[in-house]
């Protein structure tokens, strides 16, 4: 049985809605939402605002000193040092473009530790390769610090391990 059709409708579903998740964050926040939940969700939209615009300090900024990255596409926990040279790798000449696109996203506080979960995308241009496109689980542990709430631990994988038919190439 050919279930392409299906996972390319899901994955069409998915890129025609980049940053929904951090946009319905935010809506909540300007709607006059306050409260825990919503400082959580606000330092979020933050991050991911400084990474879609490719301020990068701004980025590694949101995270704590001893955040630690599980991530797809390496086999070992990243700590905020690592985690900055797998920046630089795809931003230091082997791709033409990447994004990540958070979809859908819930935030919760408790107490001074804050859970954002959900869904995103991973969308990049290899210099040598076709267009590639990786749906994701996400998990993040927030803390609240003296500096406000800063991302401790970032948690994600793939929901489907091979996108066929998402490009041309």
């Known amino acids: 049985m050919d279930t392409s059709g299906s996972r390319r409708d899901f994955l069409t579903g998915v890129a025609v809605a980049p940053l929904a998740g ?32 490719g301020k990068l300090e701004a980025f590694y900024g949101a995270m704590h000193e001893r955040f630690q990255m599980i991530d797809e596409d390496s086999p070992w926990r990243m ?11 795809h931003i230091g000449g082997v791709w033409d473009s990447f994004a990540w696109l958070p979809v859908s996203t819930t935030a919760r506080a408790f107490g001074r530790t804050g859970v954002v979960a959900g869904t995103a995308m991973f969308r990049g241009k290899p210099k040598d390769a076709g267009f590639r496109l990786r749906p994701l689980l996400f998990s993040q542990a927030w803390v609240q610090a003296d500096a406000g709430w800063q ?6 994988s793939p929901i489907v391990g091979l996108v066929s038919r998402a490009s041309p190439t």
């Open 79 to 89: 700590s905020k040092t690592a985690f900055k040279e797998h920046i630089s790798f």
């Open 22 to 53: 951090a946009a319905t964050l935010a809506a909540a926040a300007s709607a006059g939402a306050t409260g825990p939940d919503t400082a959580v969700a606000l330092a979020f939209d933050r991050m991911v605002q400084a990474l879609s615009d």
């Open 151 to 156: 991302l401790l631990n970032w948690h994600q």
